[in-house]
């Protein structure tokens, strides 16, 4: 399983963090694992909600079969996925106050049988997209 941790400090409130974060319709813009819907859009997130969005992960197109577990708003939103071949996800977002913004730390971990093979790989490949994500909501927060 690959298991990464980044974190960084972002222009605004954990509430505007929070927010950002948990309207599932915004995910194309930022989410960098997202490439595509199944089905119906989302709305906010909230505990049980769940909803189907199209992946890339290694170059290899997956789709992945999301639920909210948990959620104490503004500090932490967290989402499990299904894959395809027995493969899961899970994304955690812890949100602080800092001075002048926030902290936003994400942990995310991809795992599955059909993975090992390729698992130096894949933390690489999972860095780079936590760390555009957080690239691409610094961005937001810091137009709105």
Same mark, same amino acid.
Request: charged letters at 25%; glycine letters at 10%.
């Given at each position: ?5 980044? $974190?960084?400090? =972002? ?11 948990? /309207?599932? +319709? !915004?995910? %194309? $813009? ?9 089905? /119906? #859009?989302?709305? !906010?997130? +909230? ?10 992960? *290694?170059? @290899?197109? +997956?789709? @992945?079969?999301? $639920? =909210? =577990? ?5 500090? !932490? =939103? ?20 800092? %001075? &002048? ?10 795992? &599955?049988?059909?993975?090992?093979? #390729? ?6 490949? *999972? /860095?780079? !997209?936590? /760390? ?5 909501? $610094?961005?937001?927060? +810091?137009?709105?």
């Amino acid at each position: 399983m690959s298991d990464i941790t980044l $974190e960084r400090d =972002v222009p605004g409130t954990p509430e505007q963090v929070a927010a950002l974060v948990t /309207d599932l +319709a !915004r995910w %194309p $813009e930022w989410f960098a694992l997202h490439k595509g819907w199944i089905g /119906d #859009v989302p709305t !906010r997130a +909230a505990v049980g909600v769940g909803f189907k969005h199209k992946v890339r992960v *290694l170059g @290899v197109p +997956a789709d @992945v079969t999301w $639920e =909210v =577990v948990e959620l104490q708003l503004p500090e !932490r =939103v967290v989402l499990k996925g299904k894959g395809s071949k027995r493969t899961s996800m899970r994304v955690d977002f812890r949100i602080s106050a800092r %001075p &002048g913004g926030s902290r936003v730390a994400i942990e995310a971990q991809v795992g &599955g049988l059909v993975l090992k093979p #390729v698992g130096a790989q894949l933390d690489t490949w *999972l /860095d780079v !997209r936590v /760390d555009r994500t957080l690239d691409r909501l $610094e961005e937001l927060l +810091a137009a709105s």
